[in-house]
């Protein structure tokens, strides 16, 4: 036959007339051999309808229709003599070898790629078409694999073109069922292959996967009728079982696979494209797709191999099972894959021990693990979900048994002035704040860190103390109304104005009083709206308070602060706490009603902030102890819980007011602590500067080093893969070496599931 590669080539002069007379001459011929008697074809019978066809078939692609409803010249001569189904017919009188089989499917992909008009939608071309993939339902070479795919990958574009042919596939029948049927049964086994002939698969079935989103009865035949999703989600199980057991790092700094890490070990490769392509499925498909192919997921893939694979005891094997996990959740974006994944992570037991309550735990083991899981808690507080969030921190906050009694209401105090802020920069160790620096050295460092603060500028925990102060002079009346409210107004505009200019200097002249009237800052109105929200019953019931909330706008923020009855230094304004509506900060996408059921615990005897932000603190303190990358990844996930736009939470990390419980630490004492462990250290240590000096050196170099042109310096990376023999199970040995610099990644190990360790 003529080769693949050759295109088409029709005689652009000829008229229609003329090219249907050599299409009848050239089936003539063919005709006259197909009329023979004969039990097998002569090898000269076959390569004389091979050419014949070969001809006939390009100039049936080049045929042209005559009118938008009617069919060409020669494609009406085709369908009035069934002549594909008499040739395929003729064909199966001898022996359908494999190299036959290729030939007809080649012929078919070129006809149905270059026709000039619709073919599909005629019965003589689509029963003769699915006749042939019926036969060829179980290829057993390479060649007839690729030929196969290819024809359906096309037959899958033509349908999605003309969605109306799908109708004909859905109702034509064949030997083997429905034929869109042996459409799915012929391109499921290639679901999971690599290279082209994998890649040609996926797209073909997510063209159909498209189609069915509209038409319920596709979907309905996809889902009882097939074994697509079956085979897609529980294929991902086997893929699994081949990934590498063990990864051995270079770099103390890696914590999680990158791109670059995984894209040269071939099973990660594949694994991820079937993982990619599940999500594109879920994406495009019918709800009723969706609906069965997530629960096989769940089923199929995460209970029965991710959580033991989770629970492996092997440090090594924890490691690798928890890097994957946080790579999958990182490629994850459609909603109703992701929520199935974190349903596993939040809910699902394994040894009498949920997945979350095990993740948290390692939180405290080696350092590698440690990372590794932290970078996984990262990945999932990044996902701004309220169900994560509820199942980490808040279920154990809000029956806020963490406060005293008597906090309960301040829950919702916001802070206004940047007072917390001030109470945690106080927490810095005074070797490490700039002023304690020696010239030369703040000099150096001048493009990282303050050059000390200007003269005369006062602390700004000073201030707060003064505040505290100012207000703790307030006397008090019967009636709980404070007295010279003018004068304190005045020191408290001050020393605001203070803060303002950055000058300890004398405030130039006094802001006139603002007539209530007067329009309020985004501070002030979010003050007010908070303050204006509460339910009457449970409002503040002083009599200041209740001829503030008559005003008809919101007085200044100073005067309610003054006219508040008086407070010891230290302690909160009292507010009480409604609940406010979680939400997930990623815009809502996923409500909490209905997908995480938690019952509300009753109060422990031992009141506590729950596991997580426990091991977390606990980690905090020791920080002295941690490598520089555990504290990195430390540090930032408490910066993400402090972000999380939730009172409760809000209030627990950031509100330096709160009088917690005795057994519930917050994160100022943690942080108190830690400071004093870095004096007491650096006052032990005589050579401590230098040493200081010299950490601050290499952090800056460390953050200004370009990679772009780091790599240029290193060799290039070497590969070597030597996986198992064709046709080898999936569960076989093999190992993949890769050499990477800083923090590359080299797989040193993979075996089966019931391979000898």
């Known amino acids: 036959?003529?080769?693949?590669?050759?295109?088409?080539?029709?005689?652009?002069?000829?008229?229609?007339?003329?090219?249907?007379?050599?299409?009848?001459?050239?089936?003539?011929?063919?005709?006259?051999?197909?009329?023979?008697?004969?039990?097998?074809?002569?090898?000269?019978?076959?390569?004389?309808?091979?050419?014949?066809?070969?001809?006939?078939?390009?100039?049936?692609?080049?045929?042209?229709?005559?009118?938008?409803?009617?069919?060409?010249?020669?494609?009406?001569?085709?369908?009035?003599?069934?002549?594909?189904?008499?040739?395929?017919?003729?064909?199966?009188?001898?022996?359908?070898?494999?190299?036959?089989?290729?030939?007809?499917?080649?012929?078919?992909?070129?006809?149905?790629?270059?026709?000039?008009?619709?073919?599909?939608?005629?019965?003589?071309?689509?029963?003769?078409?699915?006749?042939?993939?019926?036969?060829?339902?179980?290829?057993?070479?390479?060649?007839?694999?690729?030929?196969?795919?290819?024809?359906?990958?096309?037959?899958?574009?033509?349908?999605?073109?003309?969605?109306?042919?799908?109708?004909?596939?859905?109702?034509?029948?064949?030997?083997?069922?429905?034929?869109?049927?042996?459409?799915?049964?012929?391109?499921?086994?290639?679901?999971?292959?690599?290279?082209?002939?994998?890649?040609?698969?996926?797209?073909?079935?997510?063209?159909?996967?498209?189609?069915?989103?509209?038409?319920?009865?596709?979907?309905?035949?996809?889902?009882?009728?097939?074994?697509?999703?079956?085979?897609?989600?529980?294929?991902?199980?086997?893929?699994?079982?081949?990934?590498?057991?063990?990864?051995?790092?270079?770099?103390?700094?890696?914590?999680?696979?990158?791109?670059?890490?995984?894209?040269?070990?071939?099973?990660?490769?594949?694994?991820?494209?079937?993982?990619?392509?599940?999500?594109?499925?879920?994406?495009?498909?019918?709800?009723?797709?969706?609906?069965?192919?997530?629960?096989?997921?769940?089923?199929?893939?995460?209970?029965?191999?991710?959580?033991?694979?989770?629970?492996?005891?092997?440090?090594?094997?924890?490691?690798?099972?928890?890097?994957?996990?946080?790579?999958?959740?990182?490629?994850?974006?459609?909603?109703?894959?992701?929520?199935?994944?974190?349903?596993?992570?939040?809910?699902?037991?394994?040894?009498?021990?949920?997945?979350?309550?095990?993740?948290?735990?390692?939180?405290?083991?080696?350092?590698?693990?440690?990372?590794?899981?932290?970078?996984?808690?990262?990945?999932?507080?990044?996902?701004?979900?309220?169900?994560?969030?509820?199942?980490?921190?808040?279920?154990?906050?809000?029956?806020?048994?963490?406060?005293?009694?008597?906090?309960?209401?301040?829950?919702?105090?916001?802070?206004?002035?940047?007072?917390?802020?001030?109470?945690?920069?106080?927490?810095?160790?005074?070797?490490?704040?700039?002023?304690?620096?020696?010239?030369?050295?703040?000099?150096?460092?001048?493009?990282?860190?303050?050059?000390?603060?200007?003269p005369g500028w006062e602390p700004l925990q000073s201030v707060d103390s003064l505040l505290d102060e100012l207000l703790a002079k307030v006397p008090a009346e019967p009636n709980g109304a404070g007295v010279s409210i003018e004068r304190f107004t005045e020191e408290l505009r001050a020393i605001e104005a203070e803060m303002k200019n950055g000058s300890a200097a004398a405030p130039g002249p006094e802001e006139p009083p603002r007539s209530p009237d007067a329009p309020l800052c985004p501070e002030e109105e979010e003050a007010y709206e908070s303050f204006a929200s509460l339910p009457d019953s449970e409002a503040p019931a002083g009599p200041g308070e209740a001829s503030a909330r008559a005003l008809p706008r919101a007085p200044d923020p100073l005067s309610l602060i003054v006219a508040s009855p008086p407070r010891t230094p230290g302690q909160p304004p009292s507010q009480p706490f409604t609940g406010e509506t979680m939400r997930c900060g990623g815009g809502g996408e996923m409500p909490l009603q209905g997908r995480v059921a938690v019952s509300p615990r009753a109060p422990a005897p031992c009141p506590r902030a729950g596991p997580f932000v426990t091991v977390l603190f606990s980690k905090l303190e020791n920080m002295l102890h941690n490598s520089l990358y555990v504290n990195f990844l430390l540090t930032g996930l408490v910066a993400q819980l402090a972000c999380y736009p939730q009172p409760l939470l809000r209030s627990f990390l950031l509100n330096t007011n709160m009088v917690f419980q005795p057994s519930v630490k917050s994160l100022l004492q943690v942080l108190g602590s830690v400071k004093n462990k870095i004096e007491s250290f650096a006052a032990s240590q005589e050579d401590f500067p230098a040493l200081l000096f010299k950490a601050k050196k290499y952090l800056i170099a460390r953050g200004k080093l370009d990679w772009s042109e780091a790599q240029s310096a290193v060799p290039s990376l070497r590969r070597s893969e030597t996986l198992g023999r064709a046709g080898e199970p999936a569960g076989g040995r093999a190992r993949v070496g890769r050499g990477l610099h800083r923090g590359g990644l080299r797989v040193v190990g993979c075996r089966g599931p019931g391979a000898a360790p």
């Open 1 to 454: 036959p003529a080769p693949r590669s050759v295109s088409l080539q029709s005689p652009v002069t000829a008229d229609p007339e003329t090219c249907l007379m050599v299409f009848k001459n050239h089936w003539s011929q063919v005709l006259r051999i197909l009329e023979k008697r004969g039990s097998k074809p002569a090898p000269d019978d076959l390569s004389a309808v091979r050419n014949n066809t070969y001809q006939m078939l390009n100039l049936l692609a080049e045929d042209r229709p005559r009118g938008e409803s009617a069919m060409g010249p020669i494609l009406e001569f085709v369908v009035s003599e069934n002549l594909l189904e008499r040739l395929l017919c003729w064909h199966l009188q001898g022996d359908l070898t494999e190299e036959r089989k290729v030939e007809q499917l080649k012929l078919y992909e070129m006809l149905i790629s270059q026709a000039r008009q619709p073919l599909l939608q005629h019965k003589p071309v689509l029963t003769p078409l699915l006749r042939l993939l019926s036969l060829c339902a179980e290829p057993t070479s390479s060649l007839l694999e690729n030929s196969l795919v290819l024809l359906l990958n096309q037959l899958c574009v033509s349908v999605a073109k003309e969605p109306s042919i799908l109708e004909l596939f859905f109702h034509s029948h064949t030997d083997q069922g429905p034929a869109n049927l042996i459409i799915f049964s012929l391109l499921i086994p290639f679901i999971h292959h690599e290279g082209v002939l994998g890649q040609q698969a996926r797209d073909a079935l997510l063209l159909i996967m498209a189609m069915s989103a509209s038409n319920h009865a596709v979907a309905k035949s996809i889902t009882d009728n097939s074994y697509f999703c079956p085979v897609l989600a529980t294929g991902l199980s086997a893929l699994y079982s081949s990934l590498p057991r063990k990864i051995e790092v270079r770099g103390d700094d890696w914590h999680f696979l990158r791109r670059e890490d995984w894209i040269g070990v071939s099973s990660l490769v594949l694994f991820m494209n079937s993982l990619e392509f599940c999500n594109a499925v879920i994406q495009v498909a019918h709800p009723l797709v969706q609906k069965q192919l997530v629960d096989y997921v769940h089923n199929g893939f995460l209970v029965p191999v991710m959580g033991p694979a989770l629970h492996k005891t092997s440090i090594e094997e924890m490691i690798a099972s928890t890097a994957y996990l946080d790579l999958f959740l990182r490629s994850v974006s459609e909603t109703a894959l992701l929520k199935t994944f974190l349903r596993f992570v939040l809910l699902h037991r394994h040894d009498n021990s949920t997945i979350l309550d095990t993740l948290v735990g390692r939180i405290n083991s080696n350092s590698r693990l440690c990372m590794v899981s932290l970078s996984l808690f990262r990945t999932l507080l990044s996902l701004n979900c309220e169900d994560v969030m509820l199942q980490l921190v808040l279920r154990y906050l809000l029956p806020c048994s963490h406060v005293m009694l008597s906090q309960k209401r301040a829950v919702r105090d916001l802070d206004i002035y940047g007072k917390t802020a001030a109470k945690f920069l106080s927490l810095i160790p005074r070797c490490c704040r700039p002023e304690s620096l020696p010239p030369p050295e703040r000099e150096e460092e001048h493009a990282a860190w303050s050059k000390g603060t200007p």
